[in-house]
């Protein structure tokens, strides 16, 4: 059964850093992808950047280009979303998520493409 969880949400100052952590299991081998999503209050889900395992490739929304960064490591089944310069608009509920589909050279940012998500972590930003 494919479970991911996610950990390493808290509450943190503007200009500060945080890194989650995305464990994966069920999955039989390194050919899937990790998607980031967040959801704020009274807002709809949105993805913030996402890895194909594969092969390394990745994609970043325009609101965190610069300041965020996926990275996975293979051999823990982790993928991380390093965040830097955290702003109070960053504060959100922060999902991984996975298809069943696989890809091959990019991952997908439609949310409708995930089919499995994690319970969430929350990132919060305040001075």
């Known amino acids: 059964q494919l479970q991911l969880v996610e950990s390493g949400g808290g509450l943190v100052q503007p200009g500060g850093s945080l890194r989650l952590s995305c464990v994966v299991s069920?999955?039989?081998?390194?050919?899937?992808?990790i998607g980031w999503f967040r959801q704020a209050p009274g807002k709809e889900r949105e993805g913030v950047q996402c890895?194909?395992?594969?092969?390394?490739?990745?994609y970043s929304a325009d609101s965190v280009k610069g300041r965020f960064n996926i990275s996975r490591d293979n051999a823990k089944n982790t993928v991380y979303l390093q965040m830097n310069n955290l702003q109070p608009e960053d504060t959100a509920l922060y999902y991984c998520?996975?298809?069943?589909?696989?890809?091959?050279?990019?991952?997908?940012?439609?949310?409708?493409?995930?089919?499995?998500w994690g319970q969430g972590t929350q990132v919060t930003v305040s001075s």
């Open positions: 890895i194909n395992v594969r092969d390394g490739s990745t």
């Open positions: 998520a996975a298809p069943l589909e696989t890809y091959r050279g990019y991952c997908p940012t439609n949310l409708l493409e995930y089919d499995f």
């Open positions: 069920g999955f039989t081998s390194h050919n899937y992808v």
